[in-house]
């Protein structure tokens, strides 16, 4: 499904040699994989690379066959709009649409009429355990709550690809293992791809892999059956 | 707290630079606008007092009388009461000069007595004139001059120059100068005899100025002269003539001084909207701020004095700009901006501290006043809240107001109905400024009612920034309130500008029936026109029929600046622009009938029925006022009397214009030059109602000159206002654009969601300005116009450059959100979505 292959990456006034080289990875359908490393070795930026937000130095990157990295700003947008679904740490929900307009709002950017868009929007949010608080301002929500409306819109418009920098990093651990295996099960529901970048080696435990980035590429760490 | 001052909250004003630059600015201009037209009128008020108080001299007392003067008898009377210790006769001529545009005040003055009351108009014979010696000054035909009006005229000591009598050139020798009278005053001083006698003026005078005893109490004195003087001869004090004269421009300088004030509001209004911006992107700099221990007080000074900081710097450019402005007004249009009122004069700018001080200090309370509610909302915010991210919407959700509005314009139309303050419509004005906060404070709940009418659509943009408005309306009230102050003003003006233009112009068309328009001398100078030239005109080939007119001042009383007579033929009203109801008297053997002026009316508060007495050759004569009639030329007020009446009261024949209608067929321009041919071609002019008619609305738009000026200001403050708005809101809402980019939304599709805001932010601002600039007209035609200068006008829409105008602003508006935003477009969505920066 994603295939990357001799990703190299490395910023402009940089420390002179790239942040990382020979980044590759595979996933089928349905898998997902935990990302770890130490702060700034380059995690963000590899989520931000496949997302098409920042330009790769060297490497391919393939969904499902097709090559990204020379798709222009445009058609990584429109594409990121189909195929892509994304949770941050900071959440961003948007304070001025109900919980249930921002879980439609990437069905709105498909076009898909309001009254299917709407519908799909509280189905998923029935799936994350919030169609209670459909109509509600998100500025009455908790933390917790307000990712598990992320990870509403981030499949409620059944993306190919998921992916999560640090989704549980503003959440206490209790709650950030409850949030992540339902993200985890979000994505194997949908038949997407999963990757997370985490601190947390209890969350990444979570995922069906872990790798390790460094310097010199991607590293599996633990396998599991 | 200085370092903090210094790093936290001063450095800040570098960080967003164009939103400072802009606020800056914007208070620049209103200082400078204000200044420059306090200077301007200064420095002429200044040079005007001057001018009056140099004419007193050293007067105790002035006696007045019209201008066509008084029998000198009355002077000999004077001269010998007890009271007085110097009397000195004075005879003022606006002398016409025949072939030249302008006009020269002549004082004839008689020169032994004039030595002890006004020294400074006392003349110095010049060596290079042909005759000198002790008597050269009481030559009949030797005339001084000031500096400024041998500058004016350039001209010099022994040429001569020719003033107009009558419809004859006589020409004058220049004997020397009044080196007195300073570099300000153009004025030419001649022997009093000589000047009755040049004038066909014989036993007349205008004015005796006099000095009393020592010990004589003024008021004792004026009151028992008063008691001789023949009707319409007035005994005032020096003060009180000068106060009489300035009060006739203060509606005026009023006027200016309030647009320029509006300005300096404008810019205190976008130190608000940047400040209030600011302060939600720095939400959660502050709340760590509030964190780490610095108290609400700190910090609400922190932030009054970012305000203050640029409300001081933006003062002390505006010092500079308006001692620009008002040099470059100067030398190009004149120390009354171009309305008249000043003529003669040339004054000097020089700087004013106290003025200036002031502006600057007004300067800064705009941006301390702009500063006050963001630094309030800072305050209070619950710092805990505020340091989790994406909040900052709150800041914009702002309680709306809209039961205050109703309140409002309320206040607003009771205070249309209160009587000007000391001639000033102060209530006028406080009126707009409450129709101005109530449409502000309505904004908020329009935006959210017109966003409902948006439900329907599909559009995933519009979706968004209709959301966004409705949700954060406080937003639509920062980036819309500047649009709606300068819509509203924009279009009051413009209502008031096209209403008075048009009346202007219809009140032309019922003034000027005839065919040709002969005038010996404008503003009743120096010309006229003798019995025998107005027969000869009459008889010339081509003329039907002839009207002549004649103009005088009459003083009705101590209080106020005199009216103008006006006699012509009336056919009892029908020739006259009347307004409302009119009567006719019922018995033949009734007073005359007289027709006064709107100013007049209101000035004097007479109306329609009653009886007016008008001091006409020194006796009281009783009329009956017969109607009343729209004049914009005379704010100080007309009376208009049938012309045998005034021939038969006076035994004055003569004529200052001539109305001529053509006999059939006969060719404008052939008669004018056959009249030319016959008076002489120097001494009078011909003009045709449409020359006329254009030269009017040519000065009635030099007038309205400054006005426009300071309209297009608004309006560019305005949209300074929609961008700097937009600009500080899509960098306080970088990180939602940056999750927008995350869902995949294209840079083109978040610039159009911006113009889409801007688009309908702007375009319910323009139409709740729009509104309320109605209602503004309503009351600037109705209230501020009709008690500063005393005329009413036709409210007349300029519909269709309203709708472009407004069309335009959207268009305007749109664009300005969607360049300033492209800012914030330009960042990376990486780094907008990651939890700190
Ligand atoms: N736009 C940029 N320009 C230059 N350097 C950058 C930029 N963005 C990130 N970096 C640098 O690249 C390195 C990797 O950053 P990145 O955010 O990818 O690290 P990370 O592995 O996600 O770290 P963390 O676990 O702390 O989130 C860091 O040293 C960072 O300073
Ligand atoms: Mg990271």
Request: with cysteine; aromatic share 6%.
């Given at each position: 499904m994603l295939d990357i292959v001799g990703l190299t990456k490395g910023y402009?006034?940089?420390?002179?040699?790239?942040?990382?080289?020979?980044v590759s990875l595979h996933l089928e359908r349905g898998e997902c994989i935990a990302i770890m490393g130490e702060s700034g070795v380059g995690k963000s930026t590899l989520l931000n690379c496949i997302a098409g937000l920042e330009p790769v130095d060297e490497g391919s990157i393939r969904l499902a066959g097709a090559e990204l990295t020379t798709l222009d700003d445009n058609a990584f947008a429109r594409l990121r709009r189909q195929h892509y679904g994304f949770v941050f740490q900071a959440f961003h929900i948007l304070p001025h649409l109900t919980v249930v307009q921002n879980v439609a709002l990437p069905l709105w950017l498909l076009d898909r009429p309001g009254r299917e868009a709407e519908n799909l929007a509280r189905a998923m949010l029935d799936r994350v355990g919030l169609l209670a608080r459909a109509d509600d301002w998100p500025r009455h929500l908790s933390g917790g709550e307000l990712q598990r409306i992320a990870i509403a819109r981030a499949l409620v418009h059944r993306p190919t690809l998921v992916l999560a920098d640090e989704p549980t990093g503003n959440l206490d651990p209790e709650r950030a293992i409850g949030v992540l295996d339902l993200l985890l099960e979000c994505i194997r529901d949908a038949g997407a791809v999963g990757i997370i970048v985490t601190h947390s080696r209890a969350a990444a435990a979570r995922a069906d892999r872990i790798l390790r980035l460094s310097a010199h590429g991607l590293d599996t760490e633990v396998s599991r059956p | 707290m200085s370092a903090a001052l210094r790093h936290v909250f001063l450095a800040s004003l570098r960080r967003r630079r164009l939103a400072t630059a802009l606020s800056l600015f914007a208070i620049a201009l209103g200082v400078a606008l204000g200044l420059a037209v306090q200077l301007i009128h200064g420095a002429a008020l200044d040079e005007f007092g001057r001018g009056m108080r140099l004419l007193a001299g050293e007067a105790d007392l002035q006696v007045f009388g019209p201008r066509a003067g008084f029998d000198d008898a009355v002077y000999a009377e004077i001269a010998a009461q007890a009271e007085v210790a110097d009397a000195s006769p004075v005879l003022e001529i606006d002398a016409r000069l025949p072939g030249r545009d302008i006009s020269l005040r002549i004082f004839g003055i008689d020169m032994f007595r004039a030595a002890h009351v006004h020294p400074a108009l006392m003349p110095q014979v010049d060596t290079a004139a042909r005759e000198t010696g002790p008597l050269a000054a009481l030559a009949a035909d030797a005339l001084f001059l000031s500096p400024a009006a041998r500058t004016a005229l350039g001209i010099a000591p022994g040429e001569m120059l020719a003033v107009q009598s009558g419809t004859h050139a006589l020409p004058l020798r220049i004997a020397g100068t009044v080196p007195a009278a300073g570099l300000g005053q153009e004025l030419g001083v001649m022997d009093i005899a000589a000047a009755q006698l040049l004038f066909g003026r014989i036993g007349r005078i205008s004015r005796i100025d006099l000095r009393l005893k020592s010990g004589i109490d003024r008021d004792a004195a004026r009151r028992s002269l008063a008691a001789l003087l023949p009707a319409g001869v007035e005994v005032l004090t020096p003060e009180t003539a000068e106060a009489q004269t300035s009060a006739l421009s203060q509606a005026y300088r009023v006027n200016l001084t309030m647009l320029a004030i509006i300005a300096l509001l404008t810019g205190g209004f976008l130190v608000f909207s940047t400040q209030l911006l600011a302060v939600a992107r720095r939400r959660q700099e502050l709340a760590f701020l509030r964190a780490l221990g610095l108290d609400r007080a700190a910090l609400i000074r922190g932030l009054l004095a970012e305000g203050a900081v640029v409300g001081l710097t933006g003062g002390l450019l505006g010092i500079v700009l308006a001692y620009g402005l008002a040099g470059l007004a100067f030398n190009y249009v004149g120390g009354d901006l171009g309305a008249g009122y000043f003529r003669g004069l040339r004054p000097a700018l020089r700087f004013d501290l106290r003025p200036s001080v002031a502006y600057v200090l007004l300067g800064v309370l705009a941006g301390v006043a702009g500063a006050w509610l963001p630094a309030r909302e800072a305050a209070r915010m619950n710092p805990a809240r505020a340091l989790r991210a994406g909040d900052e919407a709150e800041v914009f959700q702002s309680r709306p107001r809209a039961y205050l509005t109703p309140a409002c314009l309320a206040l607003a139309t009771l205070l249309c109905f209160l009587p000007p303050l000391g001639g000033v419509p102060i209530f006028g004005y406080a009126a707009v400024a409450f129709l101005l906060a109530g449409a502000v404070l309505a904004l908020p709940t329009l935006v959210q009612l017109s966003m409902g009418f948006l439900d329907g659509t599909r559009d995933v943009l519009w979706m968004l920034a209709r959301a966004r408005l409705a949700a954060a309306p406080g937003q639509a009230v920062v980036a819309a309130a500047g649009v709606v102050a300068s819509v509203a003003l924009a279009v009051a003006m413009a209502i008031m500008v096209s209403s008075f233009r048009h009346s202007v112009d219809g009140w032309l068309e019922s003034i000027l029936p005839a065919d040709l328009y002969l005038s010996a001398s404008p503003a009743a100078t120096s010309g006229f026109l003798a019995p025998e030239m107005q027969e000869q005109v009459a008889s010339l080939p081509g003329i039907a029929a002839i009207r002549p007119v004649r103009f005088d001042t009459l003083r009705?009383?101590?209080?106020r600046f005199p009216v103008t007579l006006i006699a012509r033929p009336v056919d009892g009203g029908a020739a006259l622009p009347l307004v409302g109801a009119t009567v006719t008297a019922d018995s033949p053997d009734a007073a005359p009938s007289a027709w006064i002026s709107e100013a007049m009316a209101d000035l004097f508060a007479v109306k329609v029925g009653d009886v007016l007495q008008l001091p006409i050759s020194g006796r009281r004569v009783a009329f009956h006022v017969a109607g009343i009639w729209r004049d914009y030329a005379r704010q100080h007020g007309a009376v208009v009397i049938e012309l045998a009446d005034y021939r038969a009261l006076t035994g004055d024949f003569n004529a200052n214009d001539l109305a001529i209608w053509l006999a059939d067929g006969a060719e404008p321009d052939t008669v004018a030059q056959a009249i030319r041919n016959a008076l002489g071609d120097d001494t009078i002019k011909i003009a045709s109602p449409g020359d006329i008619r254009a030269i009017s609305l040519a000065i009635f738009d030099r007038t309205f000159l400054v006005t426009y000026l300071m309209e297009a200001v608004a309006i560019l403050i305005g949209l300074f206002g929609v961008s700097t708005s937009f600009a500080g809101l899509a960098t306080a809402r970088r990180k939602e654009f940056g999750m927008l980019r995350h869902l995949g939304l294209t840079r083109g599709e978040i610039g159009r969601l911006l113009t889409v805001e801007g688009a309908l932010t702007a375009a319910v601002g323009t139409a709740v300005g729009m509104v309320a600039g109605g209602a503004i007209a309503l009351v600037l035609v109705e209230v501020i116009n009709r008690q500063s200068f005393h005329w009413s006008m036709d409210i007349r829409l300029p519909l269709a450059g309203l709708v472009i105008f407004a069309g335009a602003l959207v268009l305007l508006a749109a664009l300005a959100a969607r360049l300033s935003g492209h800012q914030a477009m330009r960042q990376s969505a990486v780094l907008a979505v990651r939890e700190d920066w």
């Amino acid at each position: 499904m994603l295939d990357i292959v001799g990703l190299t990456k490395g910023y402009e006034g940089g420390a002179g040699h790239p942040l990382f080289t020979g980044v590759s990875l595979h996933l089928e359908r349905g898998e997902c994989i935990a990302i770890m490393g130490e702060s700034g070795v380059g995690k963000s930026t590899l989520l931000n690379c496949i997302a098409g937000l920042e330009p790769v130095d060297e490497g391919s990157i393939r969904l499902a066959g097709a090559e990204l990295t020379t798709l222009d700003d445009n058609a990584f947008a429109r594409l990121r709009r189909q195929h892509y679904g994304f949770v941050f740490q900071a959440f961003h929900i948007l304070p001025h649409l109900t919980v249930v307009q921002n879980v439609a709002l990437p069905l709105w950017l498909l076009d898909r009429p309001g009254r299917e868009a709407e519908n799909l929007a509280r189905a998923m949010l029935d799936r994350v355990g919030l169609l209670a608080r459909a109509d509600d301002w998100p500025r009455h929500l908790s933390g917790g709550e307000l990712q598990r409306i992320a990870i509403a819109r981030a499949l409620v418009h059944r993306p190919t690809l998921v992916l999560a920098d640090e989704p549980t990093g503003n959440l206490d651990p209790e709650r950030a293992i409850g949030v992540l295996d339902l993200l985890l099960e979000c994505i194997r529901d949908a038949g997407a791809v999963g990757i997370i970048v985490t601190h947390s080696r209890a969350a990444a435990a979570r995922a069906d892999r872990i790798l390790r980035l460094s310097a010199h590429g991607l590293d599996t760490e633990v396998s599991r059956p | 707290m200085s370092a903090a001052l210094r790093h936290v909250f001063l450095a800040s004003l570098r960080r967003r630079r164009l939103a400072t630059a802009l606020s800056l600015f914007a208070i620049a201009l209103g200082v400078a606008l204000g200044l420059a037209v306090q200077l301007i009128h200064g420095a002429a008020l200044d040079e005007f007092g001057r001018g009056m108080r140099l004419l007193a001299g050293e007067a105790d007392l002035q006696v007045f009388g019209p201008r066509a003067g008084f029998d000198d008898a009355v002077y000999a009377e004077i001269a010998a009461q007890a009271e007085v210790a110097d009397a000195s006769p004075v005879l003022e001529i606006d002398a016409r000069l025949p072939g030249r545009d302008i006009s020269l005040r002549i004082f004839g003055i008689d020169m032994f007595r004039a030595a002890h009351v006004h020294p400074a108009l006392m003349p110095q014979v010049d060596t290079a004139a042909r005759e000198t010696g002790p008597l050269a000054a009481l030559a009949a035909d030797a005339l001084f001059l000031s500096p400024a009006a041998r500058t004016a005229l350039g001209i010099a000591p022994g040429e001569m120059l020719a003033v107009q009598s009558g419809t004859h050139a006589l020409p004058l020798r220049i004997a020397g100068t009044v080196p007195a009278a300073g570099l300000g005053q153009e004025l030419g001083v001649m022997d009093i005899a000589a000047a009755q006698l040049l004038f066909g003026r014989i036993g007349r005078i205008s004015r005796i100025d006099l000095r009393l005893k020592s010990g004589i109490d003024r008021d004792a004195a004026r009151r028992s002269l008063a008691a001789l003087l023949p009707a319409g001869v007035e005994v005032l004090t020096p003060e009180t003539a000068e106060a009489q004269t300035s009060a006739l421009s203060q509606a005026y300088r009023v006027n200016l001084t309030m647009l320029a004030i509006i300005a300096l509001l404008t810019g205190g209004f976008l130190v608000f909207s940047t400040q209030l911006l600011a302060v939600a992107r720095r939400r959660q700099e502050l709340a760590f701020l509030r964190a780490l221990g610095l108290d609400r007080a700190a910090l609400i000074r922190g932030l009054l004095a970012e305000g203050a900081v640029v409300g001081l710097t933006g003062g002390l450019l505006g010092i500079v700009l308006a001692y620009g402005l008002a040099g470059l007004a100067f030398n190009y249009v004149g120390g009354d901006l171009g309305a008249g009122y000043f003529r003669g004069l040339r004054p000097a700018l020089r700087f004013d501290l106290r003025p200036s001080v002031a502006y600057v200090l007004l300067g800064v309370l705009a941006g301390v006043a702009g500063a006050w509610l963001p630094a309030r909302e800072a305050a209070r915010m619950n710092p805990a809240r505020a340091l989790r991210a994406g909040d900052e919407a709150e800041v914009f959700q702002s309680r709306p107001r809209a039961y205050l509005t109703p309140a409002c314009l309320a206040l607003a139309t009771l205070l249309c109905f209160l009587p000007p303050l000391g001639g000033v419509p102060i209530f006028g004005y406080a009126a707009v400024a409450f129709l101005l906060a109530g449409a502000v404070l309505a904004l908020p709940t329009l935006v959210q009612l017109s966003m409902g009418f948006l439900d329907g659509t599909r559009d995933v943009l519009w979706m968004l920034a209709r959301a966004r408005l409705a949700a954060a309306p406080g937003q639509a009230v920062v980036a819309a309130a500047g649009v709606v102050a300068s819509v509203a003003l924009a279009v009051a003006m413009a209502i008031m500008v096209s209403s008075f233009r048009h009346s202007v112009d219809g009140w032309l068309e019922s003034i000027l029936p005839a065919d040709l328009y002969l005038s010996a001398s404008p503003a009743a100078t120096s010309g006229f026109l003798a019995p025998e030239m107005q027969e000869q005109v009459a008889s010339l080939p081509g003329i039907a029929a002839i009207r002549p007119v004649r103009f005088d001042t009459l003083r009705l009383d101590t209080e106020r600046f005199p009216v103008t007579l006006i006699a012509r033929p009336v056919d009892g009203g029908a020739a006259l622009p009347l307004v409302g109801a009119t009567v006719t008297a019922d018995s033949p053997d009734a007073a005359p009938s007289a027709w006064i002026s709107e100013a007049m009316a209101d000035l004097f508060a007479v109306k329609v029925g009653d009886v007016l007495q008008l001091p006409i050759s020194g006796r009281r004569v009783a009329f009956h006022v017969a109607g009343i009639w729209r004049d914009y030329a005379r704010q100080h007020g007309a009376v208009v009397i049938e012309l045998a009446d005034y021939r038969a009261l006076t035994g004055d024949f003569n004529a200052n214009d001539l109305a001529i209608w053509l006999a059939d067929g006969a060719e404008p321009d052939t008669v004018a030059q056959a009249i030319r041919n016959a008076l002489g071609d120097d001494t009078i002019k011909i003009a045709s109602p449409g020359d006329i008619r254009a030269i009017s609305l040519a000065i009635f738009d030099r007038t309205f000159l400054v006005t426009y000026l300071m309209e297009a200001v608004a309006i560019l403050i305005g949209l300074f206002g929609v961008s700097t708005s937009f600009a500080g809101l899509a960098t306080a809402r970088r990180k939602e654009f940056g999750m927008l980019r995350h869902l995949g939304l294209t840079r083109g599709e978040i610039g159009r969601l911006l113009t889409v805001e801007g688009a309908l932010t702007a375009a319910v601002g323009t139409a709740v300005g729009m509104v309320a600039g109605g209602a503004i007209a309503l009351v600037l035609v109705e209230v501020i116009n009709r008690q500063s200068f005393h005329w009413s006008m036709d409210i007349r829409l300029p519909l269709a450059g309203l709708v472009i105008f407004a069309g335009a602003l959207v268009l305007l508006a749109a664009l300005a959100a969607r360049l300033s935003g492209h800012q914030a477009m330009r960042q990376s969505a990486v780094l907008a979505v990651r939890e700190d920066w």
